[in-house]
């Protein structure tokens, strides 16, 4: 199957130089999976430094499943055995967030029901423990890219890309600070997360396909959360640039907003530079999860 996929040329392969292909145990390897494409990060454990980003675009009408392993045949990294340790987030709007005391296993499809009809033929159930906050995701991922996974890396972990959103802003927001909205903007997908003193109070993704859905979603929230545009602050990830049609609508209704910054402790190769800080914070974070 994944021989008849072929794969967009990648909008970024940056590698540093001190990467040791012929060393996998000092690397973690990091993948997300998504209607944005595959993106690949390769951190090195001892320096605690990404040292490889790679950006692939999506093949419109191919599953996630035959995208990736179609990027492993012809890959000198990914698909790869012996890394110290390897993690992979889905993107989708198919999750719920359970307080931990709540979850019990074996009833995760009862939890995701009340968001989503699973799929049982083309769709798996997964779940992953946020123990620091005492919270437990809950998603639906694709069957095929879960079998993928779990047969190429029998202990990598699986989980949602909010999962590692909740984890970079929780790490890198401040103890006693204000309800704070946080933005992620991918592939007409915003997640949308709200943090007050470093626990989560929301969690949602939202689809759009215009500007004004954007801006809609975000001031509905903040008004749900009893901020005000005017001057509380929103901070944003994502693929979109500083002067795109989407931050224009956004800095003209919200008065205070910025864009982010990679997440922080974590160090960057230079081969990194050229890339805006904003851009692929949920793949870097996959280095900060439990």
Not at 129 to 134: P, Y
Not at 152 to 179: C, D, I, K, M, N
Not at 242 to 269: A, M, Q, W
């Amino acid at each position: 199957m994944s021989a008849a996929v072929s794969l967009p040329a990648a909008l970024y392969r940056l590698r540093d130089e001190t990467l040791a292909p012929d060393q996998l145990a000092a690397y973690n390897l990091y993948l997300t999976a998504g209607s944005t494409g595959l993106r690949v990060g390769v951190a090195d454990v001892r320096r605690n430094k990404f040292v490889v980003l790679e950006d692939y675009p999506a093949v419109p009408a191919v599953s996630l499943a035959a995208q990736l392993q179609a990027l492993a045949t012809q890959h000198d990294l990914v698909g790869q055995a012996g890394w110290n340790r390897v993690r992979l987030a889905v993107q989708n709007r198919y999750f719920t967030l359970l307080p931990a005391p709540l979850f019990r296993t074996g009833d995760e499809s009862a939890y995701l029901q009340l968001h989503h009809t699973l799929d049982t033929q083309h769709e798996t159930v997964g779940h992953y423990t946020h123990s620091s906050l005492d919270i437990v995701s809950i998603f639906a991922a694709e069957k095929a890219l879960s079998e993928w996974f779990h047969y190429t890396y029998p202990s990598g972990q699986f989980l949602h890309q909010t999962s590692a959103l909740l984890t970079g802003v929780v790490h890198q927001s401040e103890q006693a600070a204000p309800r704070r909205i946080y933005l992620s903007i991918g592939q007409q997908e915003v997640t949308l997360l709200a943090v007050r003193d470093k626990r989560p109070e929301f969690c949602n993704v939202f689809p759009f396909s215009t500007a004004e859905d954007l801006i809609y979603y975000t001031i509905l929230v903040m008004q749900e959360l009893q901020l005000n545009p005017d001057q509380d602050a929103v901070v944003v990830w994502g693929d979109l640039m500083h002067d795109s049609e989407l931050f224009t609508v956004l800095r003209k209704y919200i008065r205070n907003i910025r864009f982010g910054n990679r997440p922080f402790d974590v160090g960057y190769s230079y081969r990194l530079n050229d890339v805006f800080e904003y851009r692929f914070f949920e793949l870097y974070a996959l280095h900060l999860c439990e």
